[in-house]
């Protein structure tokens, strides 16, 4: 299953020939760390054990500058009413997953997000504007406050605690001014690029919100209000913003082709990095479904299908349709009806809505392929 060369295949990551990106919470790299541990062992090796503060605490500084920021982020959010999701202050994560609140420590050490949901779709803009100005604000104004008690404190006491305030002030300064320049890294916008895009360029503003706004219905799904296909749209017009899940899920979706269809949900596959853990497992789970019922691979399917990362919180419709995909791929198409007629009666039991109606059209064309596979005595 996995002998072929992974530059054979057009979709290596859908034939399990290269894995699925790591989430980026759970990426490790050496970019810092080698260069730091180099410095601690080259300290340490010429005895002069004194200077090792100089490393520590410029972790220790790095650390509270990104504390500072995101904390920004997060305070500006909650003053506008959106609603916490998580935070990354490497290495420390923590999020609320499911009502729960979930903490982590991984092994990186110069990064941090907010990360938040809107409440409801209402003034999305402006939250947004003053949502993503607090972090640089923050920086900002803690630097300046930072290094005029560092000043003070120098004049007035014999401490080495005035000069860590100014070195704290001084990179906090620097993070917020770094902050305030427009740029990319590893696939993000910066606050900067976030500000332009949302205070100047319709189509990046539009992007943005319908992107958010996408987040406030995820529950409901699959049974989103009528206007959420509006929302993808927008998300997936073309902008200056990193913009790849969208437009290939719409192309995913639309395609009849099984081999177009295929490296449009690779694309997808291939930046599920930065998803998180709900939306990564909904992905996981198309996976799972087009390798069973598209490609007819029942191996594949099946590591796709163990993939998910906690099946309990997909939608029972999401749940039952990896089920009868599954069975439909090891044939057995009776069972397979039994359990699409449950996942049809959840469906109309559902309000009534052009989405609901359009998912309800789909399954009962499902419902017709899979009876022409089953004996007529049965049927």
């Known amino acids: 299953m996995t002998t072929q060369p992974a530059s054979a295949s057009a979709t290596p990551i859908l034939d399990l020939l290269q894995p699925l990106p790591d989430p980026d919470g759970d990426r490790a790299n050496g970019h810092f760390a080698f260069p730091f541990l180099t410095a601690v062992a080259a300290i340490v090796l010429t005895e002069n054990l004194s200077f090792l503060i100089v490393p520590f605490g410029f972790l220790l500084i790095n650390f509270l500058t990104i504390a500072i920021h995101e904390s920004g982020h997060l305070l500006a959010g909650l003053c506008v009413g959106l609603r916490f999701k998580g935070v990354r202050i490497d290495p420390f994560r923590a999020r609320i997953d499911s009502g729960k609140w979930k903490f982590r420590i991984r092994p990186r050490l110069f990064w941090g997000f907010a990360f938040m949901s809107l409440d409801r779709v209402r003034r999305v803009r402006r939250r947004l504007i003053i949502f993503t100005l607090g972090g640089p604000a923050a920086s900002i104004l803690c630097g300046l406050a930072a290094v005029l008690a560092g000043e003070i404190g120098i004049a007035r006491y014999d401490s080495p605690w005035p000069t860590f305030l100014e070195f704290l002030g001084v990179w906090s300064l620097i993070i917020g001014c770094i902050s305030s320049v427009p740029f990319r890294t590893r696939g993000f916008a910066n606050d900067a690029m976030l500000l332009r895009s949302l205070l100047f360029s319709k189509p990046d503003a539009s992007h943005l919100i319908a992107s958010y706004a996408l987040s406030t219905p995820k529950n409901l799904c699959p049974f989103s209000p009528d206007y959420v296909p509006r929302w993808f749209r927008m998300a997936a017009a073309p902008t200056r913003l990193p913009n790849e899940y969208y437009p290939n899920w719409l192309a995913y ?11 449009h949900l690779e694309r997808c596959l291939a930046h599920s990095a930065g998803m998180d853990d709900e939306s990564r497992d909904m992905l996981i789970a198309e996976a799972a479904v087009f390798t069973a019922c598209r490609r007819d691979d029942t ?17 029972q419709i999401w749940q039952a349709r990896v089920a009868i995909a599954l069975l439909c791929a090891n044939k057995q198409f009776e069972t397979a009806l039994a359990e699409l007629d449950l996942a049809l009666s959840l469906i109309r039991k559902a309000p009534d809505s052009a989405q609901r109606q359009r998912i309800e059209d789909a399954w009962a064309l499902w419902k017709q392929e899979i009876q022409k596979h089953v004996p007529a005595h049965v049927a």
């Open 299 to 315: 191996a594949k399917a099946e590591v796709w299908a163990k993939r998910i990362k906690s099946p309990g919180r997909l939608h």
């Open 253 to 263: 979706e639309s395609s009849k082709e099984n081999e177009v269809a295929a490296r």
